[in-house]
């Protein structure tokens, strides 16, 4: 029995329940591409925006689960006009990605994770495992909400009407 409980609290210990609150440096410093094919890191895309709020939505034009949550980001973006919604897709086609942004009338910021759903610094630092997945970014690049898997998850709106 002793032996059994030794065992649940080092793996109790071991698991990071820690929800980071800035991106790491390596997060930062991941390339993404933009529309017309430039390379942009993830922290200049941040700073664009600083002084607002972002809602970013991690998604790829093939994720049914995705798609099925756009009429929610639709209504979040009719509710907060104000905030800014970053698309990061993790589709590795291109064309796939701007073929589902057209198709689905998908209105936001767009930008591209080249590697993917399961490389990089990004995806690797919010440990992504599932997409749909929904972070929340303040004013001022910290971040309110870590890990949303709907659109319609009732922290997002938490995250976007709590003051800094």
């Keep these: 029995m002793k032996k059994i409980l030794l065992i649940l609290v080092v793996i109790i210990s071991s698991c990071n329940l820690e929800k980071p609150t800035e991106f790491s440096n390596l997060a930062l410093e991941e390339v993404v591409f933009d529309l017309n094919g430039s390379q942009k890191t993830f922290k200049s895309v941040l700073n664009q925006y600083k002084g607002k709020k972002i809602v970013i939505d991690v998604w790829a034009s093939w994720c049914s689960d995705c798609l099925k949550g756009l009429p929610s980001v639709k209504n979040l973006q009719k509710e907060y006009p104000d ?16 073929n589902g942004i057209k198709r689905f009338q998908i209105n936001g910021e767009h930008y591209n994770l080249p590697k993917g759903m399961n490389n990089g610094d990004f995806v690797d630092f919010i440990d992504l495992s599932w997409i749909p997945r929904y972070l929340v970014v303040d004013e001022k690049g ?12 009732r922290a997002i709106v938490d995250a976007l009407n709590k003051a800094i």
């Design 142 to 153: 910290g971040i309110l909400l870590f890990n949303a898997t709907r659109a319609s998850d």
């Design 83 to 98: 905030v800014v919604f970053l698309f990061l897709s993790v589709d590795k086609s291109q064309t796939a990605w701007k």
